[in-house]
Each structure stands twice: as C-alpha cells, then as structure tokens.
C-alpha cells in the first residue's frame, strides 16, 4: 500500500503563493501517475493537475493553467503543486492521490486545507 501525507495548506491573501507536498510512503511512486484533486464546500472533487509516473505528461485544470506548476522527485518520493496568484476561488481541501499505473489501484491523502483571503 501506499501512504500520502499532504502538506504546506493554510491561509494566504489573494495573490499570494503555496507550495503543497505530498509525501509518500510504503512503496516508491516511481510506477503511480500522481494527481492533485481539490474540493470547495458543497462541490464534488475537481483534478487540479495530473503528473505521468514518467513525468512525461502533465496536465493542468483550465482554471490553474499558467498559475499552478506540478511536479514529482522520485527520488524522495515526493510530489509538489507550487500555487501562485492565489484566487479565492481556489479555497478548498487539496488531495493527493496516487494511480498505479499497471494496476490502476489508487491511493489518497488525508488532505490539506488552502484558503485565500480576497
């Protein structure tokens, strides 16, 4: 199994900046395409951005495009999503989530809250 501990949420202004790390466990994740996924009150979950176990593909929810850059080291088994030019509208509960790419068993943080001020 895998273990997923996000990390790096809290309260920033609009405009400002947050890097979230998810922290993986158990086994690497070099074989598991990463996702961030993020869920406001009372909306269903959305994928903010998606990163290939390669690192070769990535995509980015239109709403992030151009503000948000994901991004994984293997090495440390790790996975970022740097956020800038926070909106208020991206206040919500951010999760990692982790799809082996074979299998496609899937794994999830606890998550970590990120709320912007307007």
């Known amino acids: 199994q895998v273990q997923l501990v996000e990390s790096g949420g809290g309260l920033v202004q609009a405009g400002g900046s947050l890097r979230l790390s998810c922290a993986a466990s158990?086994?690497?994740?070099?074989?598991?395409?990463m996702a961030w996924v993020r869920q406001a009150p009372g909306k269903e979950r959305e994928v903010v951005a998606t990163?290939?176990?390669?690192?070769?593909?990535?995509y980015y929810d239109a709403t992030v495009k151009g503000r948000f850059t994901i991004s994984r080291d293997t090495t440390k088994n790790m996975v970022y999503l740097q956020m800038n030019s926070l909106k208020p509208e991206d206040t919500a509960v951010y999760y990692c989530?982790?799809?082996?790419?074979?299998?496609?068993?899937?794994?999830w943080g606890q998550g970590t809250q990120v709320s912007v001020s307007s």
């Open positions: 990163i290939s176990w390669s690192g070769s593909k990535i």
């Open positions: 158990g086994r690497t994740i070099g074989t598991y395409d």
């Open positions: 989530n982790a799809e082996n790419r074979e299998t496609r068993e899937d794994y």
